[in-house]
């Protein structure tokens, strides 16, 4: 069987029985990895060049549900672009190229986060958005440190934005500050989001993770932290 096939009915098998937690090992983006993700690299780079042909196979394998009950987890328009920009990532990343391999990570969180997004699926692929955000964090921060990598990314981002521009780290933080305040303001049944156990539930659980994240990145930059994530 295709590697890519049976990796994508794994992941639908995942979706409708909402294993959060073994979807997140399904979409790691940064080694150490698994062989079968070195496969499934060299099976897109060799059959999938085509994106169309990619997000074919994806309506495919990962299609929708129009007949799914409140008990099952789903697919989500939402979830199929992802899906299709994550498999475009392991086609294309270099990882040798660090500047290029953090703006394909920056899309591809934006699209996970966009997935997250979804009011009655999106809570299946909050570790995943949580491992990605953690790996765009840390690639930013390794960049701000090689001034060498970053003067031509300055250069360019001077004649574009004046100065009014933004650091590739307050960039990244931005972005992962998006996911932070979908999760503070999730509505829930429970007040402020607390269970019983006194414990946050539903998307509440990643309030921390993100927070933390943000508040590294922008301490890096020297930025006023709290103001930066509270401001509405």
Not at 205 to 218: D, E, P, R, T, W
Request: aromatic share 8%; charged share 25%.
């Amino acid at each position: 069987m295709p590697v890519l096939d049976d990796y994508l009915r794994g992941v639908s098998q995942l979706l409708r029985t909402k294993n959060s937690s073994e979807l997140k090992l399904y979409l790691r983006v940064e080694p150490p990895l698994p062989e079968n993700f070195a496969q499934l690299s060299q099976e897109l780079k060799s059959s999938y060049l085509d994106s169309s042909i990619l997000e074919q196979k994806i309506s495919t394998l990962i299609p929708e549900n129009e007949d799914s009950n409140s008990d099952e987890g789903d697919v989500w328009p939402g979830f199929q672009v992802f899906m299709k920009e994550y498999l475009e990532y392991w086609r294309d990343v270099d990882f040798e190229d660090l500047l290029e391999t953090h703006s394909q990570l920056s899309g591809l969180a934006n699209a996970c986060i966009t997935a997250l997004s979804n009011a009655t699926h999106g809570i299946v692929v909050l570790p995943a958005a949580i491992q990605l955000s953690y790996g765009l964090a840390k690639l930013a921060m390794m960049l701000d440190k090689r001034p060498d990598l970053t003067a031509k990314l300055r250069k360019v981002t001077n004649v574009d934005q004046g100065e009014s521009r933004k650091t590739l780290v307050e960039g990244t933080a931005e972005s992962i500050q998006r996911a932070f305040t979908m999760c503070l303001t999730e509505r829930s049944t429970n007040r402020n989001g607390v269970g019983r156990d006194g414990k946050p539930e539903g998307k509440k659980i990643g309030i921390y993770s993100f927070a933390n994240l943000v508040l590294k990145l922008l301490f890096q930059v020297g930025k006023e932290v709290m103001h930066a994530i509270y401001k509405s």
